[in-house]
Every structure is written in C-alpha cells, then in structure tokens.
C-alpha cells in the first residue's frame, strides 16, 4: 500500500504500526533468546501483515523453527543425529545445549589421552562408547586407541632392552597393529627400532587396514592378543 501511496508513509497510523512492529521484533528477538521458540513463530505470523519486517521477521521464524526441531532431536540423545543438524545449521554451534554436549566431549577426551599414555584400551573404550556412532569423534578415538597400543609396543621394546625374550608377543603385536591400523610411520620407527635389538620378525602377508575402519575389530586389551 505504501508503495503504491507514498503520501501514507507520513500518516500517524503508518508510524503507530512500524511502532508496534518494532516492538514485536524486539518481543520475538527476546523470546528467541529466552528459548520460547513457539512463541516466535506466532510472532512471526503476526509479522506478516508488515511488509518493511520480511526479511527479519522469515529469519526469526526460520531459527525458531529449526531450534524446535533441535530441541526435538537433542530429546533422542542420538549424538550422531544431533551432530549432523548441526553441521546443517551452524548457528546451533553457539546454542548452550550443544556447547554442554561439546565441552562434556572434550573432558571425556582428555581424560581418555591419559589413559592412552599409560596403554590402556579397554578405558578409552568405555569412556568414549557413546560416541562411536559419530564418524569424526569416531576417528578421534580410533587415533587414542592407537597410541594407546604404541605404548603396549614401547614397553614390549623395554622389556627386550632388558634381556627379555618378547619377539612372540612383538611379532603378533605388529601384525595386529597393521591390520587395525595400516602400516604407519609409527610402527615402522618401532619395527627399527626392534631390529636393533635383535627381534626378528615375520611379517608377509599382513593385511593392512586403515584408522577409518578401526572400529570394525572387537579389540583385545593388549595389542599382542588375538582380535576378531
């Protein structure tokens, strides 16, 4: 209407509902924030009878909209579900809910980089169990699990500096590693570093796999033990 008559730009009434409208903006920001995100949608149908608010107006009521759904979706503590509408809409990142899900991660996480310094597997595991369905997180764990079996190899390695006889447990350990984890340079610096030591071992037709896939094994607590 304003469009077609300039002239009502400058009547009391068309200022009384950019007024309001500004007020219902303000209402709807807050109640975004407040997380009454119902509220902002019918708000925001309101909105529709002024025109000069579209776009903010499509804006608050897309977000409520998709925080409603999140808020659905963080109710199933589906991780993997929940990491995925995030990555789709990434202003949930500054959410508080999702910041809780992150920060309770990464304690978990460096709590497990503890326990991978001392070898031990079946820790990492049990801590770290509900996020395995989360591919990123997933491969975060697969590279704890892993330096936590290079410290099962070093301290094989300790043990022959001493005059222990651990070439059986060595060999299995390396092939076992391989095949979890593929041929890295890791295990290559400690297949060198046995050979100094006189440890001769066996390794042909080794399969070799990949970090990505770890998780498909049902893993011993020490690497030298037979996996599935």
Same mark, same amino acid.
């Given at each position: 209407?304003?469009?077609?008559?300039?002239?009502?730009?400058?009547?009391?009434?068309?200022?009384?509902?950019?007024?309001?409208?500004?007020?219902?903006?303000?209402?709807?920001?807050?109640?975004?924030?407040?997380?009454?995100?119902?509220?902002?949608?019918?708000?925001?149908?309101?909105?529709?009878?002024?025109?000069?608010?579209?776009?903010?107006?499509?804006?608050?009521?897309?977000?409520?909209?998709?925080?409603?759904?999140?808020?659905?979706?963080?109710?199933?503590?589906?991780?993997?579900?929940?990491?995925?509408?995030?990555?789709?809409?990434? *202003?949930?990142? !500054?959410? =508080?809910?999702?910041?809780? #899900? +992150? @920060?309770?991660? /990464?304690? %978990?996480?460096?709590?497990?980089?503890?326990?991978?310094?001392?070898?031990?597997?079946?820790?990492?595991?049990?801590?770290?169990?509900?996020?395995?369905?989360?591919?990123?997180?997933?491969?975060?764990?697969?590279?704890?699990?892993?330096?936590?079996?290079?410290?099962?190899?070093?301290?094989?390695?300790?043990?022959?500096?001493?005059?222990?006889?651990?070439?059986?447990?060595?060999?299995?350990?390396?092939?076992?590693?391989?095949?979890? *984890?593929?041929? !890295?340079? =890791?295990?290559?610096?400690? #297949? +060198? @570093?046995?050979? /100094?030591? %006189?440890?001769?071992?066996?390794?042909?037709?080794?399969?070799?796999?990949?970090?990505?896939?770890?998780?498909?094994?049902?893993?011993?607590?020490?690497?030298?033990?037979?996996?599935?």
């Amino acid at each position: 209407m304003v469009n077609r008559f300039p002239f009502l730009s400058d009547s009391d009434e068309y200022h009384k509902a950019v007024k309001y409208g500004e007020i219902l903006v303000k209402k709807a920001k807050e109640l975004l924030k407040q997380g009454e995100y119902k509220q902002v949608v019918n708000i925001a149908d309101i909105l529709k009878q002024f025109p000069m608010f579209k776009e903010e107006t499509e804006e608050l009521k897309r977000k409520a909209k998709i925080l409603l759904e999140f808020h659905r979706i963080l109710a199933t503590k589906d991780l993997n579900l929940i990491e995925k509408f995030v990555k789709e809409h990434s *202003f949930l990142e !500054d959410v =508080e809910d999702y910041q809780n #899900i +992150e @920060k309770e991660w /990464r304690d %978990k996480f460096q709590e497990c980089e503890v326990y991978a310094a001392k070898g031990e597997v079946l820790e990492i595991l049990e801590q770290l169990q509900n996020y395995m369905d989360v591919k990123e997180k997933r491969i975060k764990i697969g590279q704890l699990i892993r330096s936590a079996y290079l410290q099962q190899i070093i301290s094989l390695l300790a043990k022959a500096l001493k005059g222990q006889d651990v070439t059986k447990c060595f060999e299995a350990s390396v092939k076992n590693y391989i095949k979890i *984890f593929g041929y !890295d340079m =890791e295990i290559s610096d400690l #297949i +060198e @570093k046995a050979k /100094r030591l %006189k440890l001769e071992i066996n390794l042909e037709n080794v399969p070799e796999g990949d970090l990505t896939k770890w998780h498909l094994y049902k893993l011993p607590e020490k690497i030298w033990e037979e996996i599935e």
